[in-house]
T-cell receptor, first 111, second 117 residues
Framework: GENVEQHPSTLSVQEGDSAVIKCTYS??????FPWYKQELGKRPQLIID?????GEKKDQRIAVTLNKTAKHFSLHITETQPEDSAVYFC??????????FGDGTTLTVKP | GAVVSQHPSWVICKSGTSVKIECRSL??????MFWYRQFPKQSLMLMAT?????????EQGVEKDKFLINHASLTLSTLTVTSAHPEDSSFYIC?????????????FGPGTRLTVL
């Protein structure tokens, strides 16, 4: 089955700095790669996603890159703010919709 | 995005009792629903995939006789934790995807926190 590895497990940055989280996946059949932000006790919220026919996608301060050949994808957050502090999960999904999640990254943005 | 509700949001029960959790897609038809379990400070672990009108597909290590899943309609799936024990205490989250959502994007419910005493 699919295996998704996510790094780092914790990340602390100063407000205004950039944060990068990286994931690798194993199943070449995966074609959809969402990123979720989860605050304590709440549901995961989709923040950005990318499909396998695209190499990069950007939405304001958030961007995601995908390297299909190497089977890795990354989340980039620029100009971080304290409210960006949360746990971030990457996931790899097949056409059937089944997702495998990474272990999560706890991001702390210090004011 | 599409809206998925989950009920109850939290439940406390005694060891040995059964608990039913409902997951509803409110504004689209969910051909597939997924049930996850999340322990504190851990990732979401897929328990089973539920397709409307057919038996659920369980992930390895998940007891299908303990976690009963029913997906009787395109808008409702239920997870019943039978004979619950303290080690079943966890955050249970459902998600839904479907033909009218248009993609294989999943829409998550708000989760149910189960505490077994």
């Amino acid at each position: 089955g699919e295996n998704v590895e996510q790094h780092p497990s914790t990340l602390s940055v100063q407000e205004g700095d950039s944060a990068v989280i990286k994931c690798t996946y194993s199943d070449s059949a995966s074609n959809y790669f969402p990123w979720y932000k989860q605050e304590l006790g709440k549901r995961p919220q989709l923040i950005i996603d990318i499909r396998s026919n695209v190499g990069e996608k950007k939405d304001q301060r958030i961007a995601v890159t995908l390297n299909k050949t190497a089977k890795h994808f990354s989340l980039h957050i620029t100009e971080t703010q304290p409210e960006d502090s949360a746990v971030y999960f990457c996931a790899a999904s097949t056409q059937a919709g089944k997702s495998t999640f990474g272990d999560g990254t706890t991001l702390t943005v210090k004011p | 995005g599409a809206v998925v509700s989950q009920h109850p949001s939290w439940v406390i029960c005694k060891s040995g009792t059964s608990v039913k959790i409902e997951c509803r897609s409110l504004d689209f038809q969910a051909t597939t629903m997924f049930w996850y379990r999340q322990f504190p400070k851990q990732s979401l672990m897929l328990m089973a995939t539920s397709n409307e009108g057919s038996k659920a597909t369980y992930e390895q290590g998940v007891e299908k006789d303990k976690f009963l899943i029913n997906h009787a309609s395109l808008t409702l799936s239920t997870l019943t934790v039978t004979s619950a024990h303290p080690e079943d205490s966890s955050f249970y989250i459902c998600s839904a995807s479907g033909r009218t959502s248009g993609t294989n994007e999943q829409f998550f419910g708000p989760g149910t926190r189960l505490t077994v005493l």
